[in-house]
């Protein structure tokens, strides 16, 4: 049994994508790029809540 944790942070990973602004499918559409290391969260704006993924790791990741 596999003990080891995975933390999710709440900082994007996105925001420092060169494909953040359409290219791919998260930016461009909000769908779950496959492959991705992700983890559905809900999270709280100005009294609305949301559900949004924390994302680890994306293959399509460029630092940008």
């Not at 596999?2 to 930016?27: H, V």
């Not at 809900?42 to 790791?57: F, P, Q, W």
């Amino acid at each position: 049994m596999d003990n080891k944790k995975e933390y999710y942070f709440s900082d994007q990973l996105c925001w420092d994508c060169k494909n953040a602004c359409g290219g791919c499918e998260w930016s461009e559409s909000l769908e779950p790029v496959p492959g991705w290391k992700a983890k559905k969260v809900k999270k709280v704006d100005h009294g609305v809540e949301y559900e949004t993924y924390s994302i680890k790791k994306c293959p399509k990741f460029e630092r940008g």
